[in-house]
């Protein structure tokens, strides 16, 4: 609650000073990780020093991790990144498809909490790194009236360096605020029926399109080093389970579905299965040379899904003897996962509206 002692020092950019602010409101701020604004060598390097830079991301000592990443991590990955950012670019609206996808989740929650709540909810998104920044739209909704915000990272699951680090910045960001808004965060919704059926759905609806059926469906997940599951980072078992769950819904058995990691960095151990390995040995050990391939640790489709899945994964499987290769699309801003992040919504407002 806010203290009255404070109400007489109220900065200018206060809510209620706000010539256009009517009402209170409650605002929604979806969050994503970040995308660099464009892909040539700046704005990739911009983009990569801010992620890289990032503790939650890469724990190692400053002292030991800043020189090799200023002199020779950004000096040649925003190249090699920038390239396969090229490769997927949206051209005609000048945006990475995070960007692209992100805009449309939000314009279609926006439009499901009017037709609930009318005007007393504002929805709006943020990118963890780059643009459009935490700080830009935690002060945007302040500005409109928001007195509560409810901060939305968009992974359904948590790890320190997604969850966890989206929601220091918004806490860190608020620091500077001296309006304060109350806030609340949302859990992990890895688990929640409607986006299990949501991502069974988008399986099911893939393979109805298919001549033959897939031997198996790989579900890969963005990896973590290995040390950040085994110093307690829960995310690795939350994702075992979300193929448990869908593995359940779709009345699949046990050698119909894997759980596999990909995109890993760096010289470390990462969770295993890799991805890129497995589709190979998958093809050439077991005989599985019609697959499909689905990411349900991302939101919407980004540079590791459609350039790192549907090319270097799909060309690690074909180099290896595999013939079919199905990448079933993100949920996006399909209806059914619009409807589970609506939901999901809905239960961390209960009691902020009427
Ligand atoms: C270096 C360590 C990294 C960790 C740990 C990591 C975890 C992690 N990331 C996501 C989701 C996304 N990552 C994306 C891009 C991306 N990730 C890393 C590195 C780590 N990620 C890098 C260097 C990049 C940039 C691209 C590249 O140079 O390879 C994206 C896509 C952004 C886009 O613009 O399309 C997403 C989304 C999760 C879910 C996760 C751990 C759980
Ligand atoms: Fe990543
Ligand atoms: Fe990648």
Known sequence: MLDATKTAQRPTHAPSDHPKVA???????????????????????????????????????????????????????????????????????????????????????????????????????????????????????????????????????????????????????????????????????????????????????????????PDILVCSYHGVP????????????????????LKERLGWGDTEIATTFQSKFGPEEWLKPYTVEEVARLAEEDGKKNIAVCAPAFSADCIETLEEINEEIKESFEEAGGEHFTYIPCLNDDDAHIKALSAVIEENLNGWLD
Request: aromatic share 12%; net charge positive; glycine share 4%.
């Open 226 to 245: 290995k040390r950040y599951l085994l110093e307690g980072d829960p995310y690795h078992c939350q994702c075992q389970k979300t193929t448990r769950l």
């Open 23 to 213: 009402a209170e409101k409650v605002g929604v701020l979806l969050a994503n990780l970040g995308t660099p604004d464009h892909y040539t060598y700046w704005p990739m390097r911009r983009y990569l020093n801010e992620f890289l830079s990032d503790r939650r991301v890469i724990d190692y000592s400053p002292w030991l991790w800043q020189p090799l990443l200023q002199l020779i991590i950004l000096t040649k990955r925003p190249f090699s990144s920038g390239e396969a950012y090229k490769s997927i670019w949206n051209e005609e609206q000048g945006e990475s498809p995070l960007m692209t996808i992100t805009k449309d989740q939000t314009a279609k929650i926006t439009k499901a909490m009017q037709d609930r709540y009318g005007d007393q909810v504002m929805v709006d998104f943020c990118m963890r790194y780059g643009n459009p920044s935490t700080k830009s739209k935690v002060r945007k909704m302040i500005d409109a009236g928001c007195r509560k915000i409810l901060f939305f990272p968009l992974y359904p699951h948590y790890a320190g360096a997604t969850s966890a680090t989206a929601n220091d910045q918004f806490f860190r960001v608020l620091m500077d605020e001296k309006w304060q808004p109350s806030v609340r965060t949302v859990d992990p919704y890895y688990q929640h029926p409607l986006y299990i059926e949501a991502l069974a759905q988008s399986v099911e609806r893939a393979y109805a399109k298919l001549e033959t059926r």
